[in-house]
């Protein structure tokens, strides 16, 4: 805890960028998604990117080493729907735990092969061996990528029975332990409950996070808490203003609190703006590549949002940047580039009541 807040005070910090974006970019079909172990698999695969970390972690793993080369010092676990809850939906539930294992340790792995390459290297040439001295590069965290689950406890599936839930608030918590357990046995730095579009949802998360440190006497890892604001009303898809948003999750006392997702950086930009006034933690953003065409497709230029992001880091906004929909390394690259002259914002200091 005490090695990331020494960072975040000294400079901003930059999140990675899309993964499904960069999925994307190798055109995998159905056989793509399932390799040798799930080739019979009796359900469909295709779109199910979190089960990538099991059939095709090559993939993630490089993903993961394009983020790091281009500035990132927070790498996000290929986690997203690794609950059983989520993979319900390709009869996939037995393999909540495994997925997040499996991802945090590709997440490991591409960081140490990234720090090697990046050593600086001094050779003997008596000996003919090469002595590795301490890496200069920035320390590199992966946090673990906590979705909002495709189930909503505020919201009702059935418009004609507001009150039906399909899915109980035991049932979400116990399904983001599970998640929790993998993440951290896994080996991740930082927990992220990210996408929140339900804040109950996220009330589920942090209850559950709290009960596995609790349950193992581990010590707790710090936690990011990211929503999403879905349109011009300023309000999450439960209804919330992002001050009452913020006011709900203030408990769990993260290390940062931010919004991603849904909008571009320049529908985002009020928001940010409010949220950094309002939180006592560290404040993170990353955006869209603007919002999608008509074709589903992000058409942002790298420049374009590394240019919003370069505004509000001048006017002191926030402390970690990065990418959502439809971001790529280049994405990251020069919104690293941009940011990197200025000073992250600063914390507010709270009167402590006596």
């Given amino acids: 805890m005490e090695k990331i807040k020494s960072a975040l005070d000294r400079r901003i910090l930059i999140i990675d960028g899309a993964m499904g974006t ?3 970019h ?3 079909d159905e056989a793509g998604y399932r390799g040798e172990r799930f080739k019979d698999w009796p359900s469909d695969v295709k779109g199910n990117n979190d089960l990538l970390s099991l059939t095709r972690p090559d993939i993630i793993k490089e993903i993961h080493k394009q983020y790091l080369e281009a500035g990132a010092d927070i790498i996000e676990t290929n986690t997203f729907s690794s609950t059983a809850i989520a993979q319900t939906d390709y009869n996939m539930q037995s393999l909540a735990y ?4 499996a991802a945090a340790k590709i997440a490991r792995e591409a960081i140490n ?3 090697i390459l990046h050593q600086p290297s001094t050779i003997n040439h008596q000996q003919t061996t090469v002595n590795r001295q301490p890496s200069t590069v920035n320390e590199k965290y992966i946090a673990g990528a906590i979705g909002p689950m495709n189930k909503t406890l505020s919201l009702s599936p059935d418009v004609n029975n507001p ?4 899915v109980s608030f035991d049932e979400v918590s116990d399904a983001y332990y599970e998640q929790v ?3 951290v046995e896994g080996g991740v730095d930082l927990l992220l409950i990210e996408t929140i579009f339900d804040t109950l949802n996220a009330k589920a998360a942090i209850f559950a996070i709290k009960k596995y440190f609790r349950d193992t006497k581990k010590s707790e890892l710090p936690v990011m808490i990211s929503g999403t604001i879905t349109d011009a009303s300023g309000r999450t898809l439960s209804g919330q203003t992002l001050e009452a ?5 203030a408990h769990a006392r993260p290390l940062s609190v931010g919004l991603n997702c849904a909008l571009g950086a320049a529908e985002m930009r009020p928001y940010i703006e409010e949220l950094s006034g309002l939180a006592t933690c560290y404040t993170s953003a990353y955006p869209n590549a603007g919002l999608p065409n008509s074709m589903g497709a992000y058409e942002e230029e790298p420049e374009e949002t590394a240019h919003f992001l370069e505004e509000w880091a001048r006017e002191g906004f926030v402390n970690i940047v990065g990418g959502c929909c439809g971001t790529t390394p280049e994405h990251i690259r020069h919104i690293a580039e941009k940011v990197k002259k200025f000073q992250p914002r600063k914390l507010p200091e709270v009167e402590v009541a006596v």
């Fill in 22 to 24: 960069m999925i994307q």
């Fill in 26 to 28: 190798y055109n995998l």
């Fill in 98 to 101: 495994e997925l997040n294992v």
């Fill in 113 to 115: 092969e990234f720090t």
């Fill in 163 to 166: 009150g039906f839930r399909s």
């Fill in 181 to 183: 357990r993998g993440l």
């Fill in 245 to 249: 948003f913020y006011t709900s999750i």
